[in-house]
């Protein structure tokens, strides 16, 4: 099976620490996402990245920042931490055959973030 | 614009009750159509999928067929029970725009 794995289950950080959150997967998957999940809101795009060293923003961007450096490992930082991006953070990965998005993702169990 | 539509929850049933879990969606073209299902604690699990019209897609028990003419991907399932509790997505893939939409999510409470 594959296994995507998520650094931390819960976080907690201060307004403004520069913030990061780490994500491996073992099946050298090409594909790999960020996520935030927010009650009413569903899951939402952060960033993804279809190959090393690329990276293509989501639909909410904004505040963040990603690193590929190595193909099992995907990297998500909040460059200066806001109390508005207290949420639920949701790593996945996908094979590459076909586009990011024609293959199934699989998820990580997710990091609970709460800035202060 | 192209999206997907779930029925709100929370969905609370009895256990054996039979389920269904609505869901429509818009989109231009042909889009592949998923569940994915979230266990308290834990992240999204692809639970099926169909990737053309009248495709049905099974597992666990839960069934869901593209509907073309109504556009629409219902989950079912005959007999439910404690552990099928859960948060439901659907969800549609557009490989043309190369995006994946998902619904906002149906939590579903299974009672004994």
């Known amino acids: 099976d594959v296994k995507v794995t998520q650094s931390s289950r819960y976080l907690v950080k201060r307004t403004g620490e520069k913030v990061f959150l780490e994500c491996v997967q073992d099946?050298?998957?090409?594909?790999m996402f960020w996520y935030r999940q927010d009650p009413g809101l569903g899951l939402r795009l952060i960033y993804f990245s279809y190959d090393v060293k690329m990276k293509e923003k989501g639909d909410i961007p904004e505040g963040y920042s990603v690193s590929r450096e190595k193909k099992e490992r995907f990297s998500l930082i909040l460059e200066s931490a806001s109390t508005n991006q207290t949420s639920m953070y949701l790593c996945?990965?996908?094979?590459?055959?076909?586009?990011?998005?024609?293959?199934?993702?699989?998820f990580g169990d997710g990091t609970r973030l709460s800035i202060l | 614009g192209d999206s997907v539509t779930q029925m709100e929850g929370p969905v609370t049933l009895s256990e054996e009750a039979f389920l269904t879990i609505n869901c429509t969606y818009t989109?231009?073209?042909?889009?592949?159509l998923f569940w994915y299902v979230q266990y308290p604690g834990e992240g999204l699990q692809l639970l099926l999928k169909?990737?053309?019209?009248?495709d049905k897609g099974s597992n666990k028990g839960f069934e869901a067929t593209y509907r073309k003419e109504t556009t629409s991907f219902h989950l079912e399932k005959g007999s439910v029970q404690v552990s099928d509790s859960a948060v439901y997505f659907c969800a549609l893939i557009l490989n043309r725009d190369d995006k994946i939409i998902f619904g906002k999510g149906t939590r579903l409470h299974i009672l004994p």
């Open positions: 099946m050298d998957h090409e594909n």
């Open positions: 989109a231009t073209g042909y889009p592949s």
């Open positions: 996945a990965s996908s094979l590459g055959a076909g586009g990011p998005f024609s293959q199934p993702q699989h």
């Open positions: 169909a990737t053309k019209a009248d």
